[in-house]
């Protein structure tokens, strides 16, 4: 069998997570999360979520992958633990679940970048998007998207994934800082920023039970944690990289994205409407292909060449994220099979591109393949993951985080017992609220 593939810089590996991490989840998700839960407050729980629950957890991911040194699926029978590997088969399938719908609206922001070109949505943003979300020119661009998620796959992980993200992510981080400028130009714009940047502790005590849930599930699901894509990124790093260095690093570039994101957006929505419009306050489709969209529809010339702008950056971070969710699949079956790479992310991409074809045909089903991915299928991943890298696996993580560069025994032990409590309780609290909330009331659709 040939030798297995492995990044070709330590630069590339944190581009590659960050690129999985970066997706319409921070471009899209987490402004309007702020935007309709108290703005600074939600980012200050946030910022604390990420850093106590998000980092451990993805270091958990990585010692899965780096001490394995193989695909999500097998890692854990290489472990010597067979019997979690049902964590790994199920980290695989919602990778594969989620891709195939979300290559959907990957194609959807294509579209979006050809109509605020010509100003086809210029008329009535939210009349465009019901005539181009479902329906077979939404298959033609679903098609489109996921073609290109496979020809990069396609080319390997140093060749394909790691020259692809090198290009991708310094690119949305620069698009996104001079959105950010341009929108520090707008008049009106100042309310916003105090909105966006002076939290409201006042309104966080009197709404904890609210901003918490959503600031815990956002900087969990933004971190791409229970996919098996960043088990699978770490099955190919060298054992002389540090883990907490390194995961540190993607956590702070993914945050610092979202952070821009909201500086782009928030500002936009409050010169254009003075405030959170409903379609944002919804949530859903809206939030993105609804009132942003209008938002650049009263600037002429000026918000054709913005919008274009904005949804070049945004399709580059769905692509940055699909590539890893393709690739863990991909990985799985060269890895175990010695298929040809070319072949397997062909046959698959083809394969979710059918699936996902009922998505794009009727908006119903992408809502219900969201719902039950974000709100029950992640979470179950994620907290069983946690569950055996605390309490089944805890020496051996231990060990493997402290090699090569890797954090001391001090770090090693407190990132190790807050796995086993903390975390352990945010993501089981997570998963509770994401199901009854299915029971109480009708999912806000996360696309």
């Known amino acids: ?55 451990p957890a993805i270091l958990g991911e990585f010692v899965v992958g780096r001490r394995a040194e193989i695909n999500a699926v097998e890692a854990f029978k290489r472990l010597g633990r067979p019997a979690w590997t049902v964590v790994g088969a ?29 100003g086809a949505y210029f008329d009535g943003a939210g009349t465009y998007f019901n005539a181009v979300s479902a329906g077979w020119d939404a298959v033609a661009f679903h098609a489109l998207f996921m073609g290109l998620t496979a020809v990069i ?26 959105l950010a400028v341009y929108a520090f130009t707008l008049d ?27 600031a815990v599930s956002q900087a969990f699901f933004s971190l791409s944690l229970g996919m098996g894509a960043m088990i699978t990124y770490a099955s190919y790093l060298s054992e002389d990289d540090s883990l907490p260095a390194d995961g540190g690093l993607i956590v702070v570039l ?36 609804v009132s942003v969209a209008q938002a650049f529809t009263d600037l002429g010339v000026a918000g ?52 996902g074809t009922l998505s794009a045909l009727d908006t119903a089903w992408l809502t219900w393949f969201d719902t039950l991915a974000y709100q029950v299928l992640l979470p179950v991943s994620v907290l069983l ?15 493997e985080i402290k090699r090569g560069t890797g954090g001391g025994e001090t770090f090693a032990m407190a990132w190790l017992w807050s796995v086993r409590t903390f975390v352990l309780l945010g993501v089981f609290a997570t998963l509770y609220l994401g199901v009854t909330s299915i029971y109480s009331a009708p999912a806000i659709p996360l696309v």
């Open 385 to 399: 993951g946690v569950v055996f890298v605390g309490w089944v696996y805890g020496p051996e993580a231990v060990d």
């Open 153 to 178: 796959v396609a080319f390997g992980i140093e060749e394909g994934i790691e020259r692809a993200t090198k290009l991708m992510v310094p690119s949305i981080v620069v698009i996104l800082v001079g």
């Open 304 to 355: 054709r060449a913005l919008g274009v702008v904005f949804f070049l950056v945004v399709l580059i971070a769905a692509l940055s994220s699909a590539i890893s969710l393709l690739e863990v699949v991909t990985a799985y079956f060269v890895d175990n099979y010695g298929y040809a790479r070319e072949k397997v992310a062909f046959a698959f991409a083809g394969g979710l591109f059918a699936v």
């Open 188 to 214: 009106g714009a100042g309310p916003a920023y105090g909105f966006y940047l002076s939290p409201d502790f006042g309104y966080l005590s009197n709404n904890l039970g609210e901003v918490v849930p959503f």
């Open 90 to 118: 199920l980290g695989l399938f919602i990778g594969m679940w989620i891709l195939s719908y979300y290559s959907v609206v990957g194609g959807w922001v294509i579209r979006y970048i050809v109509g605020s070109a010509t």
């Open 254 to 289: 993914n945050t610092a994205v979202g952070l821009l994101a909201g500086l782009v957006v928030v500002p936009l929505l409050f010169v254009q409407f003075g405030d959170v419009p409903e379609t944002a306050a919804a949530g859903g489709p809206g939030a993105l292909f």
């Open 1 to 55: 069998m040939a030798e297995r593939e492995a990044w070709g810089t330590r630069l590339g590996f944190i581009l590659a997570a960050v690129g999985s991490a970066v997706g319409l989840g921070n471009i899209w998700q987490f402004p309007f999360k702020t935007a309709t839960n108290g703005g600074a407050a939600f980012v200050f729980v946030y910022l604390l979520a990420a850093l106590l629950i998000g980092l």
